[in-house]
């Protein structure tokens, strides 16, 4: 069974720009959380979606932003970068949103 | 401030030596997981714990979930080099998946 797969895996961007991160969940996972990671502030969570709904929403500014399709994929976008959007982005999927959740390997996102 | 704190932040022992990281919180969480992160990957689970009072054993690790729900700890015994990564606990308060994350405890084992 293929894992939590997340596009690209690494990324460079400049200040004031946006840029869209991509996460496919495991077949039959239909909730996907995405979390940030830093080495200052740790594993934050962002916010979960299920079923192309947002359930939960962590505390970041607006310009953090989510979809998922019908497909259960998901996407999540933030605009006008700040250097200190710069973290490794994950996202992870679970079957109903109240169990286990599996982890893909994370976007490297640099704000420069 | 952390609503998961976890001790050591850092732990350097030698093959062979046990080894236990805790996990605590004035929070009561339904259920506690735990992962082993490597560096530039995900965090990969290894156990999730429901019940309080519930311990729970993977060949040389044994993790417990407090009374109350609000703590748990993480032994591994015989330590080996392939044991060394980031061990994060992360509790579940409420319906949905908002798991909070504690700081995490990096852990060297040195062969």
């Known amino acids: 069974k293929a894992g939590v797969t997340q596009t690209p895996r690494y990324l460079i961007k400049t200040r004031g720009q946006q840029v869209t991160l991509s996460c496919s969940p495991i077949s039959g996972h239909r909730s996907v959380s995405w979390y940030q990671q830093t080495p200052g502030q740790g594993l934050q969570f962002l916010f979960e979606y299920f079923s192309e709904t947002q359930r939960n929403k962590g505390n970041f500014p607006g310009r953090f932003s989510g979809r998922q399709f019908s497909n259960s994929r998901s996407e999540m976008n933030v605009s006008t970068l700040e250097l200190g959007d710069s973290a490794l982005y994950l996202c992870?999927?679970?079957?109903?949103?109240?169990?286990?959740?599996?982890f893909g390997p994370g976007t490297r996102l640099t704000v420069t | 401030t952390q609503l998961l704190e976890q001790s050591p932040q850092f732990l350097s022992i030698q093959e062979g030596e046990n080894l236990t990281v805790y996990c605590n919180s004035s929070?009561?969480?339904?259920?506690l997981q735990w992962y082993r992160q490597e560096p530039g990957e995900g965090p990969v689970l290894l156990v999730t714990?429901?019940?309080?009072?519930e311990v729970k054993k993977l060949k040389r690790l044994t993790f417990q979930f407090g009374d109350a729900r609000k703590d748990s700890s993480l032994h591994i015994t015989a330590a080996q080099p392939g044991d060394t990564g980031l061990y994060l606990c992360a509790g579940n308060k409420a319906a949905g998946n908002k798991l909070t994350f504690g700081g995490g405890t990096r852990v060297l084992v040195k062969p």
């Open positions: 992870a999927s679970s079957r109903q949103g109240f169990d286990e959740q599996y």
């Open positions: 929070s009561v969480f339904s259920s």
């Open positions: 714990v429901v019940t309080g009072g």
